[in-house]
């Protein structure tokens, strides 16, 4: 009955290489931490699995692999085992879009892109942390998770100044060096 | 929401965080000790840990330490952002550091903290670093939060508590008050894992687990998530305890209704897995199914379908309603879901649609990759067992999937499929080899073409009109490249070898080839010329048609084995080479891998391959093969107490002893010495609450007098799914003849409970035993396999005076092709002559074996046999040759108790 509350092994979001840019790999108490080269070798299989066969709806290495494409970003669900549930991961990766969307919303678009999902990484990282728990299914309304994580505090312009800070000091660094 | 200008510069291209090196951001962790604390920059510092982390950067104990003591000066920013953020990394690192343990005290402030933000994330880090020194101390904190009603903090709790259960389990059972009133609080969330910490709290009590389902099915759940928890702990119920109790059954039921899709697919999912399901049950479940089927999301689609596929291994009928509505999925724009459609309906296809179906299927072929293609190619073979009067289509369709662009492992097992087919089904040979032809016309694969080269030079000539295949193949000497015509030449002249009106057109034919750029062309060419003008029918025979007999990867196994072991002193024996060919797996749908297969060895009774094609005349035999001496040989002389037994002579095939899905599982091999007989049991404990010890079997023979025990050796420890095999070895003088009688065995063991939540053994165990099926040592334990070239010249060669001639009749054995096998089986010697294909629904049949003894004494064998008036007995002379009388009468005692 273990995979019947650790429903979710792991939330892997990539970018159109293949590359990772955040992964989160669930093993409950108990279990072997799963090796990185293990999550490697699984992120390249689900890439190349659903880049060449446009399938987001996958049975990979005996889990299940619910996925979704969004402008320059891959994100998927795995879950556990075959017995996984795929609507209550669908109710996952629905949660986990919406959250990224509003996170990465600009006065342009609300796509969720490579550029602005790594520049809203911190607060990207805070809403996956209260979606799953460890593997465990731990919110899915999305208001409940913007209310315990709001959009509009001080995380995000703080962390956008931050972002300008890091940039002229980076500038500064290699005038340095010419 | 405020707005947030995006700011234009050089540096836009370049990606945030992409070039992070390690280094650097360890030392910017000063940030964290400078006061006052500036909690953007911070915030940055922290953003860039959490990346390096996810990305893959490996972080020494000691940098994750510093990294983490750095953090804990943290606590004293009052900055609430910044704080979530502080709780993300300790939680991150705190499984990595060491004395993580420092952060306690100031945890357990935060616990009662008036902030719910402060309260959640210091439970959600304490519950990675307690140990049970510490959780009494703090045990307070947890159940007041469990059942606090802000759902952040519960639900924290909750869920801590789950994973705490695992590490402290008597402490978090001491909450299941608290976790029981959590029930109600008014987040579904937080009824799901209250429900699910309960469950598993009284998860050892199947009365207490009987008893909160049932109260909780009475006292409605509101949260969905609960909803389908508790469907899958009422399965549990159903499955452990056989109640008669309807009210577990009623409730998944009731489920099928439910408004929410996800608990009606986990009900409707549940009863397809029912042991003992009614039809009304069954046909409620596949209604919502087929509602699922149509609806516009593709999770939905999958999940139903895929629950479908899986039900219709089991149930097919059940499956039949919704055959129209997966004919719609085949076309679905997820390849997933279609290809699950298209298996689906290959299983619960009837002799009528089978048509309609390969034609819809063969449309939407070019819209999947050669991956589904395969497992289509796979299901389209299993089809053709079930419909062999429809193997004209199934072939054409395979045909079509040959020809069309794919990769050579598509192409393979296309072909590997149409030779089950032709194997299986004779009458589809004609066409399959026809079609094989046009194939070869245009193939991109030399090994492709030099494989079906192979089946056309053996069957072609056995057709209505062989004649017509020799253009096809006389191509191929004109037109492809060296490896091709040398296998076009060996086709070739098999045909003027096996159909006389072609000899002299076949000796025009080779001439031509003597003027061939490539050595093994011009030589094949040569030396079948010289043959077909010496008229030397026996030697041609010998180079042409004596195949093989054992797979050709399992030759190079053994001979690369043969080298290793560097012992010369006898011959390579071409008889101890394992005919069991490799299973193909299935990309798609294959099953999650069983533990107790795991290290186990492959059973020979289990393994069903897609044959190659120099393999096809043995595909009769697979299950009856031993496994090759040298695999086992190698292990039991690495025993003490067998190494002086002296030369392994044989191992047998695997014995069931035990049904597969029973408590434990034993099989047994019966390896062979001159004058001992080891027994080797692979047991496996399928119960994961017991480890067994001291594990062995007792044997009681039949007849004592025949053998003497020798030696046995138990197994010390046998935990949950991990196969190991323990041994009782007698002794027997050959003098005195063989020993055969059979056994009653019992399986004796020492039972430990295990708490699956700390794995610890309950002391000091009970002793049991388990009884097991019989085993008998039988003729064919000293025999083996014998290959020779031409049996017909051979049995010639051996005196009439020797041999031996007996009648008997097969009683029950309906039909001829059901003897071949029997007798084969019986004997476990080798089919010689082709002798073991035979005619379907002939009367008579002419079956020849060859085989050695232990010692390698050559045994011949004929078995003619013919139905008897009634149709119900087959009536068999079975006349046996060998130099040793006293041999003869031996292989002839197989029959005789029957």
Not at chain 1, 6 to 13: E, G, L, T
Not at chain 2, 268 to 274: D, E, N, Q, Y
Not at chain 2, 621 to 631: D, F, I, Q, T
Request: charged share 25%; glycine share 4%; aromatic share 8%.
């Amino acid at each position: 009955m273990d995979e019947t509350v650790y429903q979710i092994k792991a939330i892997i979001v990539l970018d159109n290489n293949g590359k990772r840019l955040c992964s989160c790999f669930y093993d409950p108490p108990g279990t072997p931490i799963t090796p990185l080269t293990e999550k490697d070798k699984f992120e390249k299989l689900i890439f190349e699995k659903c880049k060449t066969s446009n399938c987001e709806l996958e049975i990979i290495d005996n889990k299940v692999v619910i996925g979704s494409k969004q402008s320059d970003v891959w994100i998927f669900v795995v879950g556990n085992s075959l017995n996984s549930n795929e609507l209550a991961l669908l109710d996952v990766l629905n949660t986990l879009i919406s959250l990224f969307k509003k996170a990465c919303a600009t006065d342009e678009s609300i796509m969720i892109t490579k550029k602005t999902f790594l520049e809203n990484y911190a607060l990207i990282r805070l809403y996956i942390d209260e979606i799953v728990s460890d593997g465990i299914i731990f919110e899915v309304d999305e208001e409940t998770i913007l209310n315990r994580v709001p959009i509009a505090d001080n995380a995000a312009q703080s962390l956008n100044e931050a972002i300008e800070m890091a940039k002229e000091k980076a500038k500064g660094f290699g005038f340095g060096f010419l | 929401m405020a707005s947030r200008v995006q700011k234009k510069d050089d540096d836009e291209s370049d990606f945030l965080f992409e070039n992070l090196d390690k280094g650097q951001v360890i030392q910017e962790k000063r940030a964290f000790n400078e006061s006052p604390i500036h909690p953007r920059k911070c915030s940055l510092v922290i953003s860039q840990f959490l990346y390096l982390l996810s990305r893959g950067d490996s972080f020494t104990k000691t940098e994750a330490t510093d990294i983490f003591f750095a953090a804990t000066k943290l606590f004293q920013s009052k900055d609430i952002p910044l704080r979530r953020l502080m709780y993300l990394l300790l939680k991150e690192l705190s499984t990595i550091s060491q004395d993580a343990i420092i952060v306690i005290s100031s945890l357990t402030k935060d616990m009662s903290h008036k902030i719910e933000l402060y309260r959640a994330n210091a439970i959600r880090i304490l519950c990675k670093i307690t140990d049970s020194s510490i959780l009494p101390q703090i045990e307070r904190y947890f159940k007041q939060s469990i059942v606090e009603k802000d759902p952040h903090v519960s639900s924290a709790a909750l869920v801590s508590s789950i994973h705490l259960l695992k590490v402290c389990p008597e402490i978090v059972k001491r909450w299941a008050n608290e976790v029981q009133e959590a029930i109600s609080n008014k987040s579904n969330m937080v009824q799901y894992h209250a429900l699910a910490l309960l469950h598993r709290i009284k998860q050892h009590d199947r009365l207490a687990v009987s008893k909160l389902v049932s109260n909780l099915i009475k006292n409605s759940l509101r949260s969905p998530y609960a909803q389908s928890y508790l469907i899958r702990c009422c399965v549990e119920v159903i499955e452990e305890t056989n109640t008669e109790d309807r009210i577990f059954r009623e409730y998944i039921e009731s489920c099928l209704r439910s408004k929410n899709e996800m608990v009606a697919y986990e009900a409707a999912r549940s009863i397809c897995t029912f042991k003992n399901v009614s039809n009304k049950e069954i046909n409620s479940a596949v209604g919502v199914l087929q509602n699922f089927l149509n609806s516009t999301k593709p999770t939905l689609r999958f999940a139903a379908v895929r629950t479908l596929n899986k039900l219709a291994q089991t149930n097919p009928t059940a499956v039949i309603p919704c055959n129209l509505d997966m004919e719609n999925l085949i076309t679905d724009t997820n390849r997933s879901i279609a290809t699950l459609a298209i298996t689906t309906l290959l299983k619960v296809g009837n002799e009528s649609n089978v048509e309609r179906l390969i034609k819809q299927i063969a449309n939407f072929l070019g819209d999947i990759n050669d991956e589904f293609k395969i497992v289509v190619v796979d299901a389209i073979t299993s089809l053709s067992q079930k419909f062999p009067k429809k193997y004209k289509h199934l072939i054409i369709f395979l045909n079509k999937i040959l020809r069309d662009e794919g990769t050579l492992q598509l192409k393979q097992a296309t072909l590997d499929a149409i030779l089950t087919v032709v194997n299986n089904i004779p009458e589809s040979k004609e066409i399959a080899l026809t079609e094989l032809c046009d194939y070869i016309e245009d193939c991109d694969f030399p090994d492709l073409s030099v494989q079906i080269l192979h089946l056309i030079g053996q069957e072609g000539p056995l057709t209505s009109s062989p004649a017509q295949y020799m253009r096809y193949i006389y191509n191929r000497v004109l037109l492809d490249g060296g490896i091709i015509r040398a296998a076009a030449v060996t086709s070739i002249a098999k045909f003027g070898l096996l159909y006389e009106p072609m000899k002299e057109k076949v000796v025009i034919l080779l001439q031509r080839c003597l003027l061939d750029e490539d050595d093994e062309v011009r030589d094949r060419a040569t030396l079948y010329l010289k043959l077909f003008k010496e008229n030397d029918v026996r030697y041609l025979n010998k180079v042409l048609m004596d195949d093989v007999p054992v797979p050709l990867n399992n030759l190079q196994k053994s001979l690369e084995l043969y080298l290793h072991q560097g012992d010369f002193s006898e011959p390579f024996d071409i008889a101890s080479v394992s005919t069991v060919v490799e299973t193909y797996q299935s990309p798609l749908l294959g099953d999650g891998k069983s533990p107790f297969s795991t290290g186990a060895s492959k059973k020979g009774d289990s393994v069903t391959g897609t044959p190659k094609s120099n393999n096809a005349s043995n595909n009769n035999n697979n299950n009856e093969e031993s496994s090759g001496p040298e695999s086992f040989a190698t292990k039991l002389s690495q025993i003490p107490q067998f190494s002086t037994f002296g030369k392994l002579l044989k191992s047998s095939e695997y014995i069931e002893l035990t049904e597969t899905e029973t408590e434990y599982v034993v099989n047994c091999v019966k390896h062979i010495y001159r004058e001992h007989i080891v027994f080797q049991f692979n047991c496996t404990n399928t119960l994961n609450e017991q480890q067994l010890s001291n594990v062995s079997v007792k044997m009681v023979p039949s007849d004592p007098k025949l053998l003497k025990y020798e030696c046995s050796i138990p197994i010390d420890v046998l935990p949950y799914g991990e196969p190991q095999q323990c041994y009782v070895a007698i002794r027997y003088i050959p003098a005195n003849g063989y020993p055969l009688c059979s056994f009653s065995n019992a399986l004796k063991f020492k039972v430990k409970e295990v708490d699956p939540s700390t794995g610890e053994l309950d002391e000091p165990g009970y002793d049991d035993q388990y009884s097991l099926e019989r085993l008998e040592i039988v003729p064919k334990d000293f025999l083996n396999r014998a290959f020779v070239g031409n049996f017909s010249e051979e049995w010639k060669k051996m005196s009439e005076d020797t041999q031996l001639v007996q009648t008997f009749s097969l009683v029950g054995v309906k039909s001829i092709d059901e003897a071949v096998k029997q007798i084969i089986k019986t004997l476990g010697m080798a089919p010689a002559e082709k002798s073991e294909v035979v005619t379907p629904k002939s009367a008579k049949h002419i079956l020849y074996l060859t085989g050695k003894s232990l010692n390698n004494q050559l045994i011949y064998v004929r078995a003619r046999m013919k139905l008897d008036q009634s149709q119900t007995n087959t009536d068999v002379e079975l006349t046996i040759k060998s130099d040793d009388e006293s041999l003869n009468d031996f292989v002839i005692s197989a029959f005789i108790e029957k």
